[in-house]
């Protein structure tokens, strides 16, 4: 291949974003996880505080943590994430429970 077809090629694969831009795209929903969780976790804590259940925002944390381990399970075949996602699963589940007996 010569550096025009290089180029060319290259551009189709990339007709919307290129490196840079695809980049900042993935980094972008690693600051939003971060911000949904803190929110999560302040909304947990002030919910506790009050008496309240924590099962709802617990449902949301462990949901993504299963989500994301079996995302990287199926892409790296790693063991220890299907152990991971499957365990989140069963976290999840739980809360999810709790949260619609009111507890």
């Not at 060319?8 to 972008?28: A, G, I, L, P, V």
């Not at 506790?48 to 949901?63: D, E, L, M, P, T």
């Not at 989500?67 to 075949?77: D, E, P, R, T």
């Amino acid at each position: 291949m010569n550096k025009e077809e290089v180029l060319r090629q290259s551009r189709k694969d990339n007709k919307y974003m290129d490196e840079r831009e695809e980049s900042f795209y993935h980094t972008s929903f690693s600051w939003g996880v971060i911000a949904m969780m803190s929110l999560a976790a302040l909304f947990g804590i002030a919910s506790a505080v009050r008496g309240g259940s924590i099962a709802g925002y617990s449902a949301i944390f462990w949901a993504y943590w299963a989500a994301s381990s079996i995302y990287q399970y199926k892409n790296l075949k790693k063991k220890a994430y299907l152990v991971l996602g499957i365990i989140g699963t069963l976290i999840v589940s739980w809360y999810i429970y709790l949260f619609f007996i009111g507890r």
